[in-house]
């Protein structure tokens, strides 16, 4: 069956938080049937490296079936930490927005379930 | 056990704050409109007490509780003291008692007389840590290597102390450090009995705890992305309400007419926010297992949530332990129209030069682009195209005064030795600025205890 590369932005939302230097940076899907997508293509691995140098420790990856969510913990995201932080973004607020471009593959069949970014 | 009889009706409990700098306007509306049993206030993020300490240390008349209780206690005790609804707030900081005080002065100023205000202090223990806790959770280094920087430690307690308060007779209860989650779990445990091993109903208690703690954030507040995730009326956010069952199941809701919006998507959202492992979310009074629940749309702006349970509690509290840590020099300028890309690359590549012939000593620099890769830094696609503006930002962290005002010192030079077209910052800029570093580790729970302290208006 054939795929279209969309990014993620279409397929889940996300949000991070911080705990001292460590970002959790969790990913939504918004369809039940989209979330299988994330746990295959998005991995621990793809998600440090997409960061580059950005995230400068390890990455882990929780499940969280429930809600269709995986959660990203990336050690070493935050500069430090917010006070001694020199990131203008010291608590990592906007880092959820970056994974946003991943690129997901995504089979013909679910492209219905995809959300299309209305125009203004 | 609490001796009184257990309540078998809903409970509404509303927030009224998520930080320090929060709105006060939707804390006003909830003690109004929200029809609350209780109203639970969340003004310290973990930086907070130590810029506190920092503040007392050189304002000998620091009041060292909230800067804004004054206005958050005025636009709430009017409607809550005629309404019944207990307050509970972690506005304490580290003078819990002065801020007893303070609302207790309040409240006779506003003629409500008779109101039981209860102080919960004991989270400072900034003496005894290095003896308590041996090891910095972050780097595994020893707690004594903080010995000469220590500023202030606090442990974060738990519910119980609030429990015991309310049970005591307080209608209004305020602390020093507690965990966030906790401020909503006292009501439920002294309104159902819940007990404090009871890890199943404190885990459901903490994770309704959890999604209110940040305020809007569950309702909308930090949610709009135009097109893709838009929420009605963002100028008018509401604080969110728990209408939370004996048995730990919860409706998260908001006052009807206000703006944003509770879905699945913002309690979602909101469940797993600064959360690691979303099966061990560790609290004082539980582990959190946010696992096994179950959400459901129930009605517009309602979000059923069941199956929230937990797992018994660990023998540690954490405490947060804030350290002088050096300085931070920080500074901007700008470019803009055709090159402004080249010019600030320029401007970076001759502040680069500049430091070495000053001798900048820098733990830590940074020169971002603002416009291009300021917020994800390495993680900017390669191929963003040239902005049309450009500011420059300098930061950097050294260990002495002098160092980091050699940040401020070179951009100056920069206005007439340095690039064409060069904007120059903004005046009057506070451009160096002490760092209060935030250290962890776990101390014994039996080690910290609680004093409780009541006043009456």
Redesign the interface.
């Known amino acids: 069956m054939s795929t279209q590369k969309v990014r993620l932005?279409q397929v889940a939302?996300t949000?991070s938080?911080?705990?001292?230097?460590?970002s959790?940076i969790?990913v939504?899907a918004?369809e039940p049937e989209l979330y299988p997508l994330l746990r295959e293509q998005l991995t621990a691995e793809r998600f440090k490296a997409?960061?580059?140098?950005?995230?400068t420790g390890e990455v882990?990856r929780?499940e969280?079936?429930?809600?269709h969510?995986l959660?990203f913990?990336a050690h070493g995201a935050l500069?430090?930490?917010?006070?001694?932080s020199?990131?203008?973004?010291n608590y990592g607020k906007?880092?959820s927005?970056?994974i946003l471009?991943f690129e997901i593959e995504v089979p013909e069949a679910l492209l219905p379930r995809l959300?299309q970014?209305?125009?203004? | 056990m609490s001796e009184q009889a257990k309540r078998q009706k809903t409970l509404r409990i509303g927030s009224g704050a998520a930080w320090w700098g929060d709105r006060v306007e939707p804390a006003g509306l909830n003690a109004e409109q929200g029809e609350l049993d209780y109203l639970c206030f969340e003004t310290m993020a973990e930086a907070t007490v130590s810029a506190a300490q920092v503040r007392a240390r050189r304002d000998p008349g620091f009041a060292g509780y909230d800067t804004y209780l004054d206005d958050r206690m005025r636009a709430v005790l009017p409607g809550c003291m005629r309404q019944g609804t207990k307050i509970i707030s972690n506005q304490g900081w580290i003078n819990p008692q002065g801020a007893a005080e303070r609302i207790v002065e309040l409240l006779r100023e506003l003629g409500i007389s008779g109101v039981k205000v209860a102080a919960v202090g004991g989270s400072l223990i900034t003496e005894r840590v290095l003896a308590l806790a041996p090891t910095i959770m972050e780097n595994g280094q020893p707690t004594a290597t903080l010995k000469d920087t220590l500023i202030s430690a606090e442990a974060y307690m738990g519910a119980e102390p609030i429990v015991q308060a309310l049970r005591e007779g307080a209608q209004i209860v305020v602390t020093g450090r507690v965990a966030d989650p906790s401020l909503f779990l006292a009501p439920m445990m002294h309104e159902f009995g819940w007990d404090a091993l009871d890890h199943e109903k404190l885990g459901a208690g903490n994770g309704i705890g959890h999604l209110m703690e940040c305020g809007a954030q569950v309702t909308g507040g930090y949610f709009s992305d135009p097109g893709l995730k838009d929420v009605p009326d963002p100028w008018n956010f509401a604080f969110p309400i728990a209408e939370v069952e004996p048995d730990g199941s919860v409706v998260i809701s908001k006052v009807a007419g206000s703006g944003g919006a509770v879905t699945l998507q913002t309690v979602k959202e909101q469940m797993l926010y600064e959360v690691h492992d979303p099966a061990n979310y560790l609290t004082p009074d539980v582990v959190v297992d946010f696992t096994q629940s179950k959400l459901e749309q129930i009605a517009p702006d309602r979000v059923r949530v069941t199956g929230l349970t937990g797992k018994p509690r660990t023998p540690t509290l954490k405490v947060s332990m804030g350290c002088t840590e050096g300085f931070i020099g920080e500074d901007m300028f700008f470019y803009a129209g055709p090159g402004a890309l080249r010019r600030a690359q320029l401007a970076r590549k001759i502040l680069e030069e500049r430091f070495k012939i000053v001798k900048l000593e820098a733990e830590d620099l940074r020169i971002d682009f603002l416009g291009l890769n300021a917020i994800h830094g390495a993680a900017t696609p390669p191929d963003a195209p040239e902005p049309y503006e450009v500011a420059v930002r300098v930061a950097a962290r050294t260990k002495t005064r002098e160092q980091a005002l050699k940040v401020g010192r070179e951009v100056d030079g920069m206005a007439v030795s340095g690039v064409a077209h060069t904007g120059k910052r903004v005046p009057h800029q506070e451009r160096t600025r002490e760092v209060i570093g935030v250290w962890s580790s776990l101390v014994p729970r039996e080690q910290v205890q609680a004093q409780i302290v009541h006043f009456t208006s």
């Open positions: 932005e939302h949000r938080g911080d705990k001292g230097n460590t959790n969790a939504f918004y997409f960061h580059r140098e950005a995230i882990l929780y969280a079936g429930n809600i969510a959660n913990v500069g430090g930490g917010v006070s001694r020199l990131a203008l973004d906007a880092l927005a970056a471009g959300r970014r209305q125009p203004a």
